[in-house]
């Protein structure tokens, strides 16, 4: 027997709010928020389609939980502390240890983050999955992408191209073993406590969801500045060093999706700063360049200079291909 809407996220979804700022929670029409003076509120959505940013076959706890952290790395890219969520699920038919594995993987994260869900909606149909991600930012202090300056030192939060190593460890296309890949690809871990070490030190900052060039770009851009970047400083795991040097693909840690890292921009003014903080803090960063005033995405490997810019990149890979 198919269970209603309301029974569903009743039975599944609703948990007691927690939230001073949370005036009313799930289960009326809207949900009451109240934003605190001095704050500001940092929205984000997300959809996950199934065989599009997915595969279908992926067990639904993994799944609960990187629904919720890829939207939880957009809020620790501004800064923001993560405070409520709302979710809208599009499901082929109700199986309910389906649901309650979703629930599972989902809540786990919601509760070790501070997230409340504040609503959501059931819908059937092919499965998809829209989160929306609402935290707090301290007025005017939000992370964003226009604020690299030339001189800024690039950093990374950690790894590139293991979870790219685990989407072809699961399409079999590498003969690869890597625990640690399949992890970083199907229950990323979001970076927000460096989000929050970021408030007042980082110029601008970006969550790595569709590689690091791709997304550094979009801080260029922002910035209408350039960066150059040392390949050699790029942090790899040992599985990622393997897979580059089996393949000769050393494009995978700048073009491969999903590792949810933060990349940012720190003024050198600012570094002992920084380093301070993450001494404090036990976070880790790695530094990999630094950004010009020239645009345009470069990378300095085995001693040469490589344009990464799409346009140039495409260029690259013409002459050195055929
Ligand atoms: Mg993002």
């Known amino acids: 027997m198919a269970l209603g809407e309301f029974d569903l996220l009743r039975r599944f979804f609703i948990r007691p709010t927690r939230h001073p700022e949370t005036t009313l929670g ?50 620790a890219a501004m800064g923001a502390e993560p405070k409520w969520a709302m979710l809208a699920l599009t499901l082929p038919e109700v199986d309910e240890t389906w ?22 909606n059931t819908t059937r149909g092919p499965l998809s999955i829209t989160l929306q991600a609402m935290g ?20 990374v939060s950690g790894p590139l191209g293991s979870a790219g190593l685990g989407l072809k460890i699961r399409l079999g296309e590498t003969e690869l073993e890597d625990f640690e890949a399949l992890a970083r690809l199907e229950r990323p871990e979001p970076c927000v406590p460096l989000g929050l070490a970021l ?21 260029l851009e922002a910035s209408k500045v350039g960066a150059l970047l040392d390949f050699e400083r ?4 040992e599985a990622v060093r393997r897979y580059i040097a089996g393949t000769g693909d050393w494009t995978l840690p700048l073009t491969a999706g999903d590792d949810y890292e933060l990349c940012f921009t720190v ?19 790695a530094p990999i360049g630094r950004i010009e005033a020239e645009p345009g995405l470069k990378l300095r490997k085995e001693g040469h200079i490589v344009d990464f810019s799409p346009s140039g990149y495409e260029h690259f890979r013409r002459n050195g291909r055929g």
């Not at 309650?100 to 786990?108: I, K, L, T, V």
């Not at 983050?113 to 504040?118: A, K, Y």
């Not at 301290?138 to 030339?150: K, V």
């Not at 003024?267 to 960063?285: D, H, M, V, Y």
């Open 199 to 219: 408030r007042g030190i980082a110029c601008a900052c970006i969550d790595v969801s569709d590689g690091l060039a791709a997304d550094l770009g979009h801080i």
């Open 26 to 75: 799930i289960g009326d029409d809207c949900a009451l928020l109240r934003c605190p003076e001095g704050f500001e509120l940092a929205v984000t959505t997300d959809t996950l389609v199934a065989g599009a940013h997915f595969l279908p076959e992926v067990d639904p706890e993994s799944l609960g939980h990187k629904a919720l952290a890829v939207n939880l790395s957009d809020l």
């Open 99 to 120: 649901l309650e594995a979703f629930g599972r993987g989902f809540f786990a994260l919601a509760d070790r983050q501070g997230m409340e869900l504040i609503g959501g």
């Open 234 to 237: 790029l942090p790899l795991t």
């Open 136 to 155: 707090l930012v301290p007025s005017g202090g939000a992370l964003r992408r226009s604020g690299a300056r030339p001189g800024n030192l690039v950093y």
């Open 267 to 285: 003024p050198p003014a600012k570094k002992n700063q920084f380093e301070q903080r993450l001494a404090e803090t036990g976070l880790s960063a």
